[in-house]
């Protein structure tokens, strides 16, 4: 018995849905594992007793997210670099549930300074690098 054209296109479409789930999965355990790192390489400088390693990762996965939507759209790049980068390693990269606990840990602690200055750093920074990565492309690329 031979496979029908619907077999072999219910087989492709599977086959798709399993590479575009290993794009993601290989690129987000690549970019947890460069959090993990630098984090504690951030952590090692600068100290424990304020998140700075969260928030600097955050501000950088934004701007380089910004530089690589950037050129991926303007280059035309193939879709799959798209998850595996923007979507898998820096979705893994970036902290953001971890920015949550900490933002409620500092605000609970009654450290509404630190806690503020966090929260709106994080959110005013984050915007700032995304929209410095795209500038940045357009200033070198021309556009």
């Known amino acids: 018995m031979t496979p ?41 400088r600068l100290g424990s007793s304020f998140p ?3 928030m600097a990762i955050n501000v950088l996965g934004s701007f380089t997210i910004g530089v690589f939507m950037e050129l991926s759209l303007r280059e035309s790049w193939d879709p799959r670099w798209r998850l595996f980068f923007a979507i ?10 971890t ?7 500092l605000l609970s602690d009654r450290s509404f300074d630190w806690g503020g200055f966090y929260v709106l750093g994080t959110a005013i920074f984050c915007v700032a690098g995304a929209w410095l990565g795209r500038l940045g492309v357009r200033m070198i690329a021309g556009g």
């Open 4 to 44: 029908t054209s619907l077999d072999r296109r219910r087989h492709s479409r599977t086959l798709d849905a399993l590479s575009r789930s290993l794009l993601i999965a290989f690129g987000g355990a690549l970019g947890a594992n460069a959090r993990y790192w630098l984090g504690g390489l951030i952590q090692s």
């Open 52 to 54: 700075w390693q969260t």
């Open 88 to 97: 898998g390693m820096l979705g893994g990269f970036t902290t953001y549930s």
């Open 99 to 105: 920015f949550a606990y900490e933002s409620v840990t």
